[in-house]
Nanobody, 115 residues
Framework: QVQLVESGGGLVQAGGSLRLSCAAS????????MGWWRQAPGKQRELVAV???????NYAESVKGRFTISRDNAKNTVYLQMNSLKPEDTAVYFC?????????WGQGTQVTVSS
C-alpha cells in the first residue's frame, strides 16, 4: 500500500504563488510516475503536471511557464510550485503516484485564487 499526504493549498490573490507538497510512504519502490491533477467545480479532473521515473516532465498547456513539478527522492516527496496564479487555477489539487500499474491518489488540497 501507498499513502500520500498533501499540503500547501490555500487562498491566494491572482498573481501570487503557492507550493504544494505530497509526501509518499509505503511500498513505492516501483514508482513509474508522479504528478498532480486538479478538479474544478463542475469540471472533469485534468492533468496538471507529471514527472516520470527518468525525470522527464509534462505540463498542461494552461500552466506551462507558470508551474513547476519537482521531487526530493530522499524525502519521497513531490512538489508543485505554482506562480502567477490565475482565478481559473482554482480547484482541488490531487497528488498522483503510479507504482507499477497501480495509481494512488492523495486526499486533495483546495487552491483558491481570488481576482
Amino acid at each position: 500500500q501507498v499513502q500520500l499526504v498533501e499540503s500547501g493549498g490555500g487562498l491566494v490573490q491572482a498573481g501570487g504563488s503557492l507550493r504544494l507538497s505530497c509526501a509518499a510512504s509505503g511500498n513505492i519502490f516501483s514508482t513509474n510516475a508522479m504528478g498532480w491533477w486538479r478538479q474544478a467545480p463542475g469540471k472533469q479532473r485534468e492533468l496538471v503536471a507529471v514527472m516520470v521515473s527518468g525525470g522527464l516532465t509534462n505540463y498542461a498547456e494552461s500552466v506551462k511557464g507558470r508551474f513547476t513539478i519537482s521531487r526530493d527522492n530522499a524525502k519521497n516527496t513531490v512538489y508543485l510550485q505554482m506562480n502567477s496564479l490565475k482565478p481559473e487555477d482554482t480547484a482541488v489539487y490531487f497528488c498522483y503516484w503510479l507504482v507499477g500499474r497501480t495509481p494512488y491518489w492523495g486526499q486533495g488540497t483546495q487552491v483558491t485564487v481570488s481576482s
